[in-house]
């Protein structure tokens, strides 16, 4: 007998000879995934979304969590404008929480608004086509955590 047998472990080995390993815990799993870059992480959440629907699923979840995903700034808006009327616009995209026009002290609007929808998909729709007619006039509408840079950059 050999003794450096005695040190060796022993692995199990599958129909094809080859080893298995034991399926890694999520620490282990975190320790390979911290040290990627985003633009890595978001392409293995793509891959991983398009061959497992359910993890697709999660990730819509915790989008739909995460309001700064939905909340979308709304700007070039007439100072008449209503909220009632920028919801009647933002409605046709999917079910919205919240529609409200910027208004001063005395009530009359700023010239923007913001539109929070109650999940991702219904805000990514919108932004498909960012520039709406509201009242009349001709709208912008981003990500409000986008809208500096989308607007004044």
Avoid: C
């Avoid at 911290?34 to 819509?60: C, G, K, N, W």
């Avoid at 616009?89 to 609007?109: P, R």
């Avoid at 805000?123 to 086509?129: S, T, V, Y």
């Amino acid at each position: 007998m050999n003794p450096s047998d005695n040190n060796t472990k022993k692995r199990k080995l599958d129909d094809q000879n080859d080893v298995v390993s034991p399926p890694p815990s999520p620490d282990d799993i975190r320790k390979v995934l911290a040290p990627l870059p985003p633009q890595h992480l978001s392409e293995i959440i793509v891959t991983a979304s398009l061959i497992h629907p359910d993890v697709f699923r999660i990730v819509r979840a915790v989008a739909d969590n995460d309001v700064t995903q939905r909340h979308l700034y709304v700007k070039g808006l007439d100072f008449r404008t209503t909220s009632a009327s920028l919801r009647s616009v933002f409605a046709a995209y999917g079910e919205l929480e919240e529609a409200e026009v910027a208004v001063t002290k005395k009530g009359k609007g700023r010239g923007y608004g913001n539109v929070i929808f109650r999940n991702v998909g219904s805000a990514m729709l919108a932004l498909k086509e960012p520039v709406k007619v509201v009242d009349g006039r001709m709208t912008v509408s981003a990500l409000n955590v986008d809208r500096v840079v989308e607007f004044w950059f």
